[in-house]
């Protein structure tokens, strides 16, 4: 199976804070994403990847920035957070016939 | 841009019965990819069913149906003999033809099964 590893499932920053969202996935898939949940608004993109070192904006990429130095790992990167950040985050890699996405157990964070 | 709405934000069914989930797109392309995602509380979001545009016979996976209307631009689903593991947040994801193009995905459904 698939997996697709999310360091943490619950933070706590505060307001100006860098904050770091790690996703590791063991299938080799060379695409990943990023993506916000917010309830009302489902999964909004934020960044993906389509290789090492390549990085592509979503529909929503400001405030945010992305690594991807190997191709198990894609980073997700929020240079000084705000509490509009607040969310549910969910890293996802591509695979399959249909190119469909498998998604990690997200990462709850809440900014002060 | 292509754009997935989900028309019932919550749904209610009793255990053992059957429920329909809706969902429509707007897209002006003709080879895509539509699916329906599953996500159970605090539970990473998982793949119900897939259905290639270009195939006109409906999906299936068990007690998950599609019923997928291209003319019209709908992709329901459809849950036989529901079970109180089915409670979870269902969304709608469309993704273009090109294994580079990304997914969008409808706002959900949340579906409580009573027992």
């Known amino acids: 199976d698939v997996k697709v590893t999310q360091s943490s499932r619950y933070l706590v920053k505060r307001t100006g804070e860098k904050v770091f969202l790690e996703c590791v996935q063991d299938m080799d898939h060379e695409n990943m994403f990023w993506y916000r949940q917010d309830p009302g608004l489902g999964l909004r993109l934020i960044y993906f990847?389509?290789?090492?070192?390549?990085?592509e904006k979503g529909d929503i990429p400001e405030g945010y920035s992305v690594s991807r130095e190997k191709k198990e790992r894609f980073s997700l990167i929020l240079e000084s957070a705000s509490t509009n950040q607040t969310s549910m985050y969910l890293c996802?890699?591509?695979?399959?016939?249909?190119?469909?996405?498998?998604f990690g157990e997200g990462s709850r964070l809440t900014v002060l | 841009a292509q754009t997935v709405t989900q028309s019932q934000p919550e749904m209610s069914v009793q255990e053992a019965e059957t429920v329909t989930l809706s969902c429509t797109y707007d897209t002006s392309e003709s080879d895509y990819y539509l699916f329906w995602y599953k996500q159970p509380p605090s539970r990473q979001m998982i793949l119900v069913i897939r259905?290639?545009?270009?195939?006109?016979q409906n999906a299936t996976e068990n007690r998950f149906s599609v019923n997928f209307q291209k003319a019209a631009k709908s992709f329901s689903l459809k849950i036989s003999d529901s079970q109180l593991g089915d409670a979870a947040m269902y969304f709608c994801?469309?993704?273009?033809?090109?294994?580079?193009?990304?997914?969008?995905f409808g706002a959900g459904t949340r579906l409580t099964v009573k027992p």
């Open positions: 259905q290639e545009a270009y195939k006109q």
């Open positions: 996802a890699s591509k695979g399959g016939r249909a190119g469909e996405l498998f």
């Open positions: 990847s389509y290789d090492v070192k390549m990085k």
């Open positions: 994801a469309y993704r273009s033809a090109g294994y580079n193009n990304d997914m969008r």
